[in-house]
Nanobody, 117 residues
Framework: QVQLVESGGGLVQAGGSLRLSCAAS????????MAWFRQAPGNEREFVAR???????SYADTVKGRFTISGDRAKYTSYLQMDSLEPEDTGVYYC???????????WGQGTQVTVSP
């Protein structure tokens, strides 16, 4: 139904910034929300942030005030601006999309973010 491709990961020092992007393709007219999750080695995948095309947003407490999620509806692209990065932010970051009338989970392939002390 929908394909997601993330980009923008990399290696950064603590206190630095990265901007992740997630481009959706396919039946994008059904997408009403996009989100970011992350998974550190040995940990479960956890919620980071979500936005709706209504401009509402939601953040995990651990990233509030440091990360900003946004979306470009014309491009069906989601962005995650990550500032004041900490080593604890290290992990694989996954993009997810929610579709009208579809309970399936749509995920990207993930992009690695590594924050060195």
């Amino acid at each position: 139904q929908v394909q997601l491709v993330e980009s923008g990961g990399g290696l950064v020092q603590a206190g630095g910034s990265l901007r992740l992007s997630c481009a959706a393709s396919g039946r994008t007219f059904l997408v009403y929300s996009m989100a970011w999750f992350r998974q550190a080695p040995g940990n479960e995948r956890e919620f980071v942030a979500r936005h709706w095309w209504s401009n509402s947003t939601s953040y995990a407490d651990t990233v509030k005030g440091r990360f900003t999620i946004s979306g470009d509806r014309a491009k069906y692209t989601s962005y995650l601006q990550m500032d004041s990065l900490e080593p604890e932010d290290t992990g694989v970051y996954y993009c997810a999309a929610s579709l009208y009338g579809d309970d399936s989970a749509y995920w990207g392939q993930g992009t690695q973010v590594t924050v060195s002390p």
